[in-house]
Structure formats: structure tokens, C-alpha cells
């Protein structure tokens, strides 16, 4: 597919899977607590970058843009009404970026949507959000969607810190503030620019850099998901609760 057909795809099956919850208030009730524990969890997982002045803000925004339980639908109907005119709207070195988000939009929905029918379905699960996560995650599977859904999100941060490297685009950027708001382009505007100057102050500290930061998460994810496809269920609530408990521990 090319780039507007990609987008549209992804935005048209976010918004059906949108309408689905909301029309069941168990479903969104469900959404929204595993929306919001996976938050929870990223917090936790990164509660030292978070806390790093190097860090802290690339930290806080992936935490806000990719992993939060924020509501995406008016950023989703941006993107479907300019999927089309993308390339010719916004500068060529962003729009395989925006491309990315809307492919891993769609794919963290879908997982998403899938984990909340289980959570709400299952009666038996136990009422510990911990330990009725690891057992939806487990009922779920899908572990090659898992990983890639990790491969989209590194994508975007090698992709915004590869913007930040070139030469004008902040300029470019910046003058597209007013084309965007007259063309009701906000949510994707304000995206782009707080992805690029969140990875330029990362650029600008010393001893910080992308590498180091993106190498942290895909580390951290991978490992974790290891242990959260192993076959002990023991093995895999462990590892959700050393999360937690490592961002409890006096500091």
C-alpha cells in the first residue's frame, strides 16, 4: 500500500474498534483499565529515566504519545482527512514517521481491544490487576505482534532522532504552524514538533543520546516480554512485580 492507503487503513480500524468499546460500557470500563495499567507499568519500567534530566523528557514522551490511555481521536481524524495530501503538506523526511505512528496506533488498539474483551469476559480472572494483566496477556499470545509493535515504537525514535539531524527541518517545521492550523492539522502538528525538540534537548545534554535511550527500552521490553511469554505463570507475574516494586524501592 502506499502512504495514504497505509494511513487510512490504520485510521478506519482504530475508529472501528473505537466504536465497538463505546458502544458496551463493560468493554470501555475494560479498555480502560488495561489502557491504564500499561501505563502504570511503563512508569515503572522507566522510573529512572523518567527521574534523569537527560532523559526525563524523551521519557515522558513516549509515556504521553505512545503508551498512555490519552485519547487519540482527534490526532486519528487528522490523519485520515490529509492522508492523501501528507506528502505534499509536510516535509518528505517526516512522513515515514507519521506513517509509524499510525501503524503502531492501529496495532496497540487492536492488542489493546483484544486484551480488554479478556479481561472483561473472564470471570474467573482475579481482581488483582497485576495478575488479571499477566493472564490476558497469556490468553492473548500473539507474541510476533508483541514485537513488532516494539520494532514500530523504537522505529519512531530513530526516526525522530534521525529529524533532528537534519539541517532546516526545525525551520520547516516551525512554518508549517499556520498552514496546519488552517487546515485543522493541530494534533499532528503539535506531534511533530514536540517529538523533534524533545530529541534535540536529548541531542543538545550532555552525555545523553538516542542510541543509549532507545538501546534502554528495546532491552528492557524485550526482556520483559520474554518473561511474560514464559510458560510458568509464577515466572511471569514475577517479572510484572519486580516492575512495580523496583519504582517502590527508596531511591
Known amino acids: 500500500m502506499n502512504v495514504s492507503e497505509t494511513i487510512r487503513v490504520a485510521v478506519a480500524r482504530v475508529a472501528t474498534l473505537r466504536l465497538e468499546t463505546q458502544a458496551s460500557a463493560p468493554l470501555q470500563a475494560a479498555t480502560t483499565a488495561v489502557k491504564r495499567f500499561q501505563s502504570q507499568r511503563f512508569s515503572a519500567t522507566y522510573h529512572d529515566l523518567l527521574a534523569m534530566p537527560k532523559y526525563g523528557a524523551a521519557a515522558r514522551f513516549f509515556l504521553d504519545e505512545l503508551y498512555s490511555e490519552k485519547d487519540y481521536s482527534q490526532r486519528d481524524a487528522q490523519f485520515a482527512r490529509i492522508a492523501g495530501a501528507l506528502q505534499r503538506l509536510f516535509p518528505q523526511q517526516v512522513v515515514g514517521t507519521a506513517v509509524a505512528l499510525a501503524e503502531l496506533h492501529q496495532l496497540s488498539e487492536e492488542l489493546d481491544h483484544a486484551m480488554a474483551r479478556i479481561w472483561m469476559e473472564r470471570a474467573s480472572i482475579p481482581e488483582d490487576h497485576l495478575a488479571r494483566y499477566v493472564i490476558c496477556w497469556t490468553t492473548l499470545g500473539r507474541s510476533e ?77 524485550t526482556a520483559l516480554m520474554g518473561q511474560l511469554f514464559a510458560k510458568d505463570l509464577t515466572t511471569r507475574t514475577l517479572a510484572l512485580q519486580r516492575q512495580f516494586s523496583a519504582a517502590d524501592a527508596p531511591r
Open 145 to 221: 505482534d508483541r514485537y513488532w509493535q516494539l520494532d514500530l515504537v523504537l522505529k519512531i525514535g530513530k526516526e525522530l532522532d534521525r529529524l533532528t539531524r537534519t539541517p532546516g527541518l526545525r525551520m520547516m517545521l516551525r512554518m508549517m504552524r499556520r498552514p496546519a492550523k488552517a487546515a485543522g492539522l493541530e494534533a499532528l502538528q503539535n506531534f511533530l514538533e514536540a517529538g523533534f525538540d524533545t530529541f534535540a534537548e536529548m541531542a543538545a545534554h550532555g552525555g545523553a543520546n538516542a542510541h543509549e535511550f532507545l538501546a534502554t527500552i528495546s532491552q528492557r521490553e
